[in-house]
C-alpha cells in the first residue's frame, strides 16, 4: 500500500518555525517531483512549494517566498518542508503530495490534477 505520511505539525507562536515531514512507503517517489500544499478553514486548497525529482529546482508561492523551503531525501524517500518567521495565515492543514511527473514545465507545479498521491494532512496552527 503506498502511503505518504506528513508528521511536525502543531502550535507555534508567531514568529516561530516548525519542520514538517513527509514520509512515502510502500514505493519509492525519487523519479516523481512532490509538492506541499495546505488548506484553511472554509478555503480551497493551495500551493505552497514543489520540488522536482532530483531536487534542481523548487517552486514556491508568493504568499511564502523567502519564509519557507522544501527539500528531499531520497535516501530517506522523505520530503522536507522548513517554515520560518511564521504568521497566523499560515495556520492550516498542510498536506504533501506526488507528481505523476519527474519535472514541471510552465506553471503547472501548482495545478492539482497533476499529483495522484497524497497524505492524511497535518494540522499547523499559528498564534498571534
Known amino acids: 500500500q503506498v502511503q505518504l505520511v506528513e508528521s511536525g505539525g502543531g502550535l507555534v507562536q508567531a514568529g516561530g518555525s516548525l519542520r514538517l515531514a513527509c514520509a512515502a512507503s510502500?514505493?519509492?517517489?525519487?523519479?516523481?517531483?512532490m509538492a506541499w500544499f495546505r488548506q484553511a478553514p472554509g478555503k480551497e486548497r493551495e500551493f505552497v512549494l514543489a520540488?522536482?525529482?532530483?531536487?534542481?529546482?523548487?517552486y514556491t508561492a508568493d504568499s511564502v517566498k523567502r519564509r519557507f523551503t522544501i527539500s528531499r531525501d531520497h535516501a530517506k524517500n522523505t520530503v522536507y518542508l522548513q517554515m520560518n518567521s511564521l504568521k497566523p495565515e499560515d495556520t492550516a492543514v498542510y498536506f504533501c503530495?506526488?507528481?505523476?511527473?519527474?519535472?514541471?514545465?510552465?506553471?503547472?507545479?501548482?495545478?492539482?490534477?497533476?499529483?495522484?498521491?497524497w497524505g492524511q494532512g497535518t494540522q499547523v496552527t499559528v498564534s498571534s
Open positions: 510502500g514505493r519509492t517517489f525519487s523519479n516523481n517531483a
Open positions: 520540488i522536482n525529482w532530483n531536487g534542481g529546482s523548487t
Open positions: 503530495a506526488a507528481a505523476g511527473v519527474a519535472y514541471f514545465s510552465g506553471t503547472y507545479y501548482s495545478h492539482l490534477p497533476l499529483y495522484h498521491y
